[in-house]
């Protein structure tokens, strides 16, 4: 881990070595030689590894009226993950690297690498490196992340006659946002926060697919765009059914009290980190979807296009609403 200056007025390499600390000398991935300290750490490798990198911007991917240090070190991991979890493949080592700015609290490095260090210890991965500088216009942090994987599941797999699954309910994490910037923490369940501010990579659901599954991607930016690029890398067309979106009951209620249609959060919202597949007909036809997902759709001919039949039974095109990165503020 090296650094630029930054405002500490105990220096930089102090603030490493407090980094270290609360990051341990204990690593939880295997084949660690060297971690944080040096130039570069040192690490064992064979096979295939995957390699992925997500950026979090303060202002466009969080809001610190609402989110705590802690939380965004979780997050900031978590989608890096996930990354890996939708590849079908295992963590092995992360590098973090952070451009924090003068008027941030004294204790906010801190808090945040407890964040991501209680995710590491879950998820058998370790920091093994990264950069710490200073930033005069918000905090920015980069994840990069590598991966081992003996079998990809690419996104490109998808068949017509497939079925189309989602693991969890997507739209909790979009219903937090919406409640956490109207309402507030003290009034935000503790399940749709939970949603929205520490998301969790979904390893879990890894060994349930391995029979079954043709696709994979993990919802990162909203149902409607992650079906669409899907069908874009399979050469396929698709069709969802918005009555069978499994929504979680908060965010039922807190729809139904904001006259707001619950399937919007799921196309629309993003940062679920949910896992979206395509899963071989005959095997669900036998055995039903892997533990953890549910039915929301088919895989079709291409030339029937990307449709959704809505709530009140209307077809229609499915549409890109997912979050857009460019998207002018």
């Known amino acids: 881990m090296t650094s630029q200056k930054t405002e500490d007025p105990r220096g930089e390499f102090a603030k490493i070595e407090e980094i270290k600390k609360i990051l341990g000398t204990e690593t939880f991935s295997s084949g660690v030689e060297v971690g944080i300290g040096d130039d570069a750490a040192v690490v064992e490798g064979s096979g295939r590894l995957l390699l992925c990198t997500d950026a979090f911007v303060e202002g466009t991917h969080f809001d610190f009226s609402f989110i ?27 590098l973090l690297s952070i451009a924090v700015t003068p008027s941030a609290p004294s204790d906010f490095l801190n808090s945040f690498y407890r964040g991501a260090r209680a995710l590491c210890a879950k998820h058998s991965v370790s920091i093994v490196g990264g950069d710490l500088t200073s930033s005069q216009h918000g905090v920015f942090i980069d994840v990069v992340g590598v991966g081992q994987v003996e079998k990809p599941i690419l996104r490109s797999g998808a068949r017509p006659g497939d079925y189309i699954a989602v693991s969890g309910t997507p739209g909790a994490s979009a219903a937090g946002l919406y409640s956490l910037q109207k309402y507030g923490r003290a ?8 949603a929205h501010l520490l998301p969790i990579p979904r390893f879990d659901l890894i060994a349930g697919l391995q029979s ?21 890398a399979s050469k396929t067309g698709a069709h969802l059914e918005a009555k069978s979106f499994p929504i979680h009951p908060d965010a039922l209620k807190l729809a139904h009290a904001e006259k707001i249609d619950p399937t919007h959060w799921a196309l629309s919202g993003g940062e679920d980190y949910e896992l979206l597949a395509t899963l071989d007909a005959s095997f669900v036809e036998k055995k039903g979807p892997p533990p953890g997902f549910t039915v929301i759709g088919r895989v079709t001919p291409p030339d ?13 095109p499915l549409v890109a609403t997912g979050f857009n990165h460019f998207a002018s503020s």
């Open 212 to 232: 079954a599954c043709t696709s994979l991607i993990d919802i990162s930016d909203g149902l409607s765009s992650e079906v669409l690029h899907v069908a874009r």
């Open 68 to 94: 705590e240090p802690v939380e965004l070190g979780h997050k900031a991991l978590a989608a890096t993950l996930s990354d890996i979890a939708a590849m079908n493949g295992k963590p092995r080592y992360l």
């Open 304 to 316: 029937e296009g990307v449709t959704i039949t809505h709530q009140d039974g209307k077809r229609s």
């Open 187 to 194: 009034q935000t369940s503790n399940s749709l926060r939970h």
